[in-house]
């Protein structure tokens, strides 16, 4: 075989998977947002089936010997394949070893501890979901025995599945550092006598309303709905379905516009990630590389950096009062801007504000690694998941459902959450950059997406596919990563707003 | 192979052939509902994919060898398994000597008729789509002379793929007497001196309440909403993705809501027809037998039998009233019954009234056995198509766009428009029949769609996929199957309603 006809066999096979995924991700996609209640169990069969071809494929002889051939004679390809070929080999370092039915037979695991996390939520009680939290653990325990090599933490093996490069000794110092500073600046905020009106942030607003927000918002930012759509789901989520298929779901809540209207911003932003990359990574097959935590530094970019700043809501507040007349009559552009950062430890991570959002993560963080590292008897999770919310942010949780039970992750395993953490200080490195080189309080002011998209399109988009995470962050700002810059950027933003 | 092993393995074969194509289905309601402009085409290479590695399933060796046996076995067999054998081999008769290959060139010359009559439309110029609808009849051709012992007449083998056991002998017989009747009538009908009042059927009224009538419309006929949803399209249809997953779609214009309010209900009578069905025809592999005729019987039986009658309005008129208050103030239940009932010749089947519409089908079927029978020259059917229309209907359309090339059909083959005819007279016949077993008026009035859908479930639903049409008609009714019950129901209605 030459590198040629390896390259072609690889991609053959890539270009069908793919086919077979973007079938499951319709039909996730229809399951998350419209299938009928009853139709779902066949819809979850049919991606099982299709996920499954999908897998076997990597099991045909002539591709391993083609995969193995790329990564050989690696650096004698041109970049994009040899990232191709890295980024292949790095996969089948973890399924090399996995047999289709053992695959199947993981794949149960998890779907029976996701509907049983659901069942344990609604009923707010987390010993019916114990048993499967303890399943999963081995599971994950199983799955990185069985790869190549596997790193002796198998901790720092799932942190890598979502952030390749980043360990536990990493984020040990860095959210460390966080705690030292957030804890005692939260304090400060909640001590200080500012005032922020926040009666209208409740007021009521149609669905129909919302979205006509949601879509000038969606074409502000410079979204292409010839390529995606809006459509509304429980849990919101952008999905690139295809290079021309990328799209945003959102909730809406009569009277909480500000959640419909941020997680619109931040899907956005994931949206734009998607939107904006880089054709040549679709051609390569490379397009699923950028890893989480580079995809939330971008959303949460947008949703956070630009979207809370006084510029976006000088440039929105028009838009706002022409969508919710009503709520808005006696808003002013001051009001709703101090309104959208109103800083209040609470309960909840997805309804968390920008400053404290990071210690709902912090909290779950410090939790699965006690449970990979069996430290903890699972009996014993919600005391402590409730002695760190009352530790970090001074509030205890009145059951289950709105303590440990609240997120989804950990029915299918554990590193995920620092990827969260880690966006905002990545975005906040780069934005750092970014000031440097454009006038981003005037663009944004001006609604000039255009230019701040094309920067990010240059700095931050283009690369993520070709780089792990570090690497990738200092060539953007040509500075090692450090939490510095975010938690420089939050006590100024609220020493600020609170008027420390 | 025992009977029992052939019979597992033809099961497991259809059971991984229904698996693609739920996915297919998943993919094609996408796209006829909400899919991005730009992310088309892929679903379309996507589906194509999946349609192909379910078409290759059926030339596993294994497979035919299983499906042989079972056929010539197929008197030892229990019933259900007894019919699924045969329509395998009735498949099988059409698609064996067609390779994998060879169906992806038909379909790709299907798609491109398909562009090529998009654009035609648009232009209104049927020169645009000349040349593919001469390419599709050369495939349609090259199709039939590839099945096992064809019919010597093309056109047969075209109509038996929707109507099984139907021939354009009967067709002939059949239509000439609705001319016979029809014809006569309406120019009678014409020139009554009776007035309906029409005005307000093009008032205007929004999207969101001709939704919530429509909800309405079909819970009041029992469709079952966890077993399926309501979407919107550009051209409504229903469509059995699984077993559990029904889904009706409409099209909203905000001054035609008689438009939507009748396709609900239609579309309503599709999707009982396969939410009632017996469970055992998906075990047996064979939900997918019943015929065109026989499902536009029951879509028909529930849009004009039922939808249109004098009970059905008594029974809607508040629901229409509270949907559209203000577009209802000054209507009465009298005036609603006769407007939805206006007939009036016009140029497009779809918003033909249910007295005229027979004849826009006549005039379809005389071309399509021309065009099959190579009786004409293409360039002449625009001609032809406006000469039948003045004759029977006496309009004709202004251009190609509201004349021939107004409806998809052709670009994908012939023998399909019949089966709407077909279905009208079908129903008139077990209409004939439930009316001596059921109060349906009473029932209807009263809302009782219950009773009306337990009879629909047992004598019309049950037997209808494992019954050719005219057996299952004669089942029902223990009469031969005739257009008379039909032409006597619209004489009968129309004479009463036009004072004739």
Same mark, same amino acid.
């Given at each position: 075989?030459?590198?040629?006809?390896?390259?072609?066999?690889?991609?053959?096979?890539?270009?069908?998977?793919?086919t077979?995924?973007?079938?499951?991700?319709?039909?996730?996609?229809?399951?998350?947002?419209?299938?009928?209640?009853?139709?779902?169990?066949?819809?979850g069969?049919?991606?099982a089936f299709?996920s499954?071809?999908?897998?076997?494929?990597?099991?045909?002889? +002539?591709?391993?010997?083609?995969a193995?051939?790329l990564?050989?004679?690696r650096?004698?390809?041109?970049?994009?394949? $040899?990232?191709?070929?890295?980024?292949?080999?790095?996969? $089948?370092?973890?399924?090399?070893?996995?047999?289709? +039915?053992?695959?199947?037979?993981?794949?149960? *695991?998890?779907?029976?501890?996701?509907?049983?996390?659901?069942?344990?939520?609604?009923?707010?009680?987390?010993?019916?979901?114990?048993?499967?939290?303890?399943?999963v653990r081995?599971?994950?325990?199983?799955? *990185?025995?069985?790869r190549?090599?596997?790193?002796?933490?198998?901790?720092?093996?799932?942190?890598?599945?979502? +952030?390749?490069?980043?360990?536990?000794?990493?984020?040990d110092?860095?959210?460390?550092?966080?705690?030292?500073?957030?804890?005692?600046?939260?304090?400060?905020?909640?001590?200080?006598?500012k005032?922020?009106?926040?009666?209208?942030?409740?007021?009521?607003?149609?669905?129909?309303?919302?979205?006509?927000l949601?879509?000038?918002?969606?074409?502000?930012? /410079?979204?292409?709905?010839?390529? /995606?759509l809006?459509?509304?789901?429980?849990h919101?989520f952008?999905?690139?379905?295809?290079?021309?298929?990328v799209?945003?779901?959102?909730?809406?809540?009569?009277?909480?516009?500000?959640?419909s209207?941020y997680?619109?911003?931040?899907?956005?932003?994931?949206?734009?990630?998607?939107?904006?990359?880089?054709? +040549?990574?679709?051609?390569?097959?490379?397009?699923?590389?950028?890893?989480?935590?580079?995809?939330?530094?971008?959303?949460?970019?947008?949703?956070?950096?630009?979207?809370?700043?006084?510029a976006?809501?000088?440039?929105?507040?028009?838009? *706002?009062?022409?969508?919710?007349?009503?709520?808005?009559?006696?808003?002013?552009?001051?009001?709703?801007?101090?309104?959208?950062n109103?800083?209040?430890?609470?309960?909840?991570?997805?309804?968390a504000d920008?400053?404290?959002?990071t210690?709902?993560?912090?909290?779950?963080?410090?939790i699965?690694k006690?449970?990979?590292?069996?430290?903890?008897?699972t009996?014993?999770?919600?005391?402590?998941?409730?002695?760190?919310?009352?530790?970090?942010l001074? *509030?205890?949780?009145?059951?289950?459902?709105?303590?440990?039970?609240q997120?989804?992750?950990?029915?299918?395993?554990?590193?995920?959450?620092?990827?969260?953490?880690?966006?905002?200080?990545?975005?906040?490195?780069?934005y750092?950059?970014?000031?440097?080189?454009?006038?981003?309080?005037?663009?944004?002011?001006?609604?000039?997406?255009?230019?701040?998209?094309?920067?990010?399109?240059?700095?931050?988009?283009?690369?993520?596919?070709?780089?792990?995470?570090?690497?990738?962050?200092?060539?953007?700002?040509?500075?090692?990563?450090?939490?510095?810059?975010?938690l420089?950027?939050?006590?100024?933003k609220?020493?600020?707003?609170?008027?420390?």
């Amino acid at each position: 075989m030459t590198l040629q006809e390896a390259l072609e066999k690889v991609k053959g096979t890539l270009s069908q998977q793919e086919t077979y995924w973007h079938a499951v991700s319709l039909i996730n996609f229809d399951r998350e947002t419209i299938c009928p209640k009853d139709a779902m169990e066949r819809q979850g069969e049919t991606a099982a089936f299709l996920s499954n071809q999908a897998f076997r494929l990597e099991k045909d002889p +002539e591709y391993i010997a083609a995969a193995e051939l790329l990564y050989e004679q690696r650096e004698a390809l041109p970049e994009f394949d $040899r990232v191709l070929a890295e980024s292949i080999h790095r996969d $089948r370092r973890k399924t090399k070893n996995i047999s289709p +039915e053992l695959d199947h037979e993981f794949s149960l *695991v998890y779907q029976k501890s996701y509907m049983d996390w659901l069942n344990a939520k609604q009923a707010a009680d987390f010993s019916l979901f114990a048993p499967s939290l303890a399943a999963v653990r081995k599971v994950q325990e199983r799955q *990185v025995a069985l790869r190549e090599n596997p790193l002796p933490d198998a901790y720092n093996e799932l942190l890598g599945d979502y +952030e390749a490069g980043m360990t536990r000794e990493t984020l040990d110092v860095v959210f460390d550092r966080c705690k030292e500073r957030l804890i005692p600046l939260l304090k400060k905020i909640q001590a200080s006598p500012k005032k922020i009106r926040r009666d209208f942030l409740s007021r009521e607003v149609t669905d129909d309303a919302q979205r006509k927000l949601a879509e000038k918002l969606l074409s502000a930012m /410079g979204y292409n709905f010839d390529r /995606g759509l809006l459509a509304t789901t429980e849990h919101p989520f952008t999905d690139g379905l295809a290079q021309n298929d990328v799209r945003v779901t959102t909730h809406f809540y009569p009277t909480q516009f500000i959640s419909s209207m941020y997680s619109v911003i931040h899907e956005g932003g994931h949206a734009l990630f998607e939107q904006l990359q880089p054709a +040549e990574n679709f051609e390569h097959h490379i397009q699923y590389n950028k890893t989480s935590g580079m995809h939330e530094s971008v959303s949460r970019f947008y949703e956070n950096v630009l979207g809370r700043s006084e510029a976006f809501i000088h440039l929105v507040y028009p838009l *706002v009062c022409e969508c919710f007349p009503e709520l808005m009559a006696d808003v002013s552009e001051r009001e709703l801007y101090e309104g959208v950062n109103l800083v209040e430890p609470s309960l909840v991570r997805t309804e968390a504000d920008e400053f404290t959002y990071t210690l709902h993560i912090i909290i779950r963080y410090e939790i699965e690694k006690m449970i990979m590292d069996g430290a903890v008897k699972t009996e014993d999770l919600p005391r402590i998941w409730n002695e760190k919310y009352q530790e970090y942010l001074g *509030v205890t949780p009145a059951d289950d459902r709105e303590g440990i039970l609240q997120d989804v992750h950990w029915s299918s395993g554990f590193g995920y959450f620092p990827t969260y953490a880690l966006g905002n200080m990545y975005n906040a490195m780069y934005y750092n950059r970014m000031k440097q080189e454009l006038p981003v309080e005037e663009l944004v002011k001006e609604g000039r997406f255009d230019a701040i998209n094309a920067w990010m399109t240059e700095h931050v988009f283009r690369t993520a596919d070709r780089r792990e995470p570090l690497v990738w962050i200092k060539e953007i700002t040509g500075r090692t990563f450090t939490p510095d810059d975010f938690l420089d950027y939050l006590e100024e933003k609220y020493s600020k707003l609170y008027e420390l």
